[in-house]
């Protein structure tokens, strides 16, 4: 079965500066995506930056940035100049072996910006 | 257009009980998923429809959970005489190609006393 592991349940950084969250994921594919997805409060799941596996150059969103190894599986989060609107769960996630488009979830890690 | 809704926001079932929760996806969105995001945890997939198909349902925990989307927009997720580990808050979600990200609705907390 696939996993997703987020080994870091909660975290937290001060206004301003970086945070990097991780991600390692297990898969036999050669072919995928990855995702990042954040949950405010509110409970709405936004899509934050999007990885494609046969893309060696990392994704760039803004202040959001990735750091991919694939052979190594892992699949980190950085924020740089980090805001108190970024305080929310993320969630790494990536689609299910078998050409299923079913999103595997990690665990999620609790971020919280401080003033 | 809009972005995906769902209804209603909030449900308190009493055990026993059946529930229908709806789903608006995005107008054009191909397909549809549902998930089970229990308090703290991530979502976890329950089905899954590409138009009015149902590909996937590997994910429903038992057959009191029951989906379908007959025309292929709108979508209900229905659970016959609930119990109180139904409780949890059900997300839907819709995307337009394979790969490409799933756009999520706000989730429907359901809670079974």
């Known amino acids: 079965a696939q996993t997703v592991t987020q080994s870091q349940p909660e975290m937290s950084v001060q206004e301003a500066e970086t945070v990097t969250l991780s991600c390692t994921y297990d898969t036999s594919e050669n072919n995928y995506y990855l995702f990042w997805y954040k949950q405010p409060p509110s409970r709405q799941m936004i899509l934050v930056i999007r990885q494609e596996a046969y893309k060696q150059q990392n994704a760039t969103e803004n202040r959001f940035s990735v750091n991919f190894q694939k052979a190594a599986k892992s699949f980190s989060l950085k924020i740089s100049d980090s805001q108190l609107g970024d305080t929310a769960m993320y969630f790494c996630a990536f689609p299910s072996q078998g050409g299923s488009e079913k999103l595997v979830f990690g665990k999620g890690t609790k971020l919280t910006v401080n003033p | 257009g809009a972005g995906v809704s769902q209804s209603p926001r909030y449900k308190v079932a009493k055990r026993g009980q059946d529930v229908a929760l709806r789903c608006d996806p995005i107008s054009g969105h191909v397909s549809l998923f549902w998930y089970q995001q229990a308090l703290g945890q991530g979502p976890e997939f329950l089905t899954y429809?590409?138009?009015?198909?149902?590909?996937?349902k590997s994910g429903l925990p038992s057959d009191r959970f029951f989906a379908e989307r007959p025309e292929g927009s709108v979508s209900t997720l229905k659970i016959q005489r609930t119990q109180q580990e139904d409780s949890a808050v059900y997300l839907c979600?819709?995307?337009?190609?394979?790969?490409?990200?799933?756009?999520f609705g706000p989730g429907t907390r359901l809670t079974v006393l």
């Open positions: 979600a819709s995307s337009q190609f394979r790969g490409y990200e799933q756009f």
């Open positions: 429809f590409q138009n009015e198909a149902q590909l996937d």
